[in-house]
Nanobody, 131 residues
Framework: QARLSDSGGGSVQTGGSLRLSCAAS????????MGWFRQAPGKEREGVAY???????TYYADSVKGRFTISQDNANNVYLQMTNLKPEDTAMYYC?????????????????????????WGQGTQVTVSS
């Protein structure tokens, strides 16, 4: 059964750090995209960071570039290291998985991760940053 389990949220002050973790079942991890999304109250869900588990592709939203780092290990886990946190980072964070996208230009050897392709979701973990 496909499964994602995310954790690691908490409350920190501005400038603090947190590391989110996501454990994925093998059937949805291998050869797929893994990512982190967030949704703040009253706002739309937004993609924060993605990676292709086979390597070669990562994406960061402009708002988190230089502060957040997505990574993976050899045990189907994906992490989001968040540093220099700001109050506007406050949101529910969700781990997600989905199929890679192959563009006509890049072909089969250059998979990409796009938000529309994510179809598996964790239960979410709350991140609260106070000023």
């Amino acid at each position: 059964q496909a499964r994602l389990s995310d954790s690691g949220g908490g409350s920190v002050q501005t400038g603090g750090s947190l590391r989110l973790s996501c454990a994925a079942s093998t059937d949805i991890y291998l050869g797929n995209c893994m990512g982190w999304f967030r949704q703040a109250p009253g706002k739309e869900r937004e993609g924060v960071a993605y990676l292709y588990t086979g390597g070669g592709f990562t994406y960061y939203a402009d708002s988190v570039k230089g502060r957040f780092t997505i990574s993976q290990d050899n045990a189907n886990n994906v992490y989001l290291q968040m540093t220099n946190l700001k109050p506007e980072d406050t949101a529910m964070y969700y781990c997600a998985a989905g199929s890679p996208y192959y563009s006509d230009y890049g072909g089969a050897s250059n998979p990409e991760c796009r938000s529309a392709n994510f179809g598996y979701w964790g239960q979410g973990t709350q991140v609260t940053v106070s000023s």
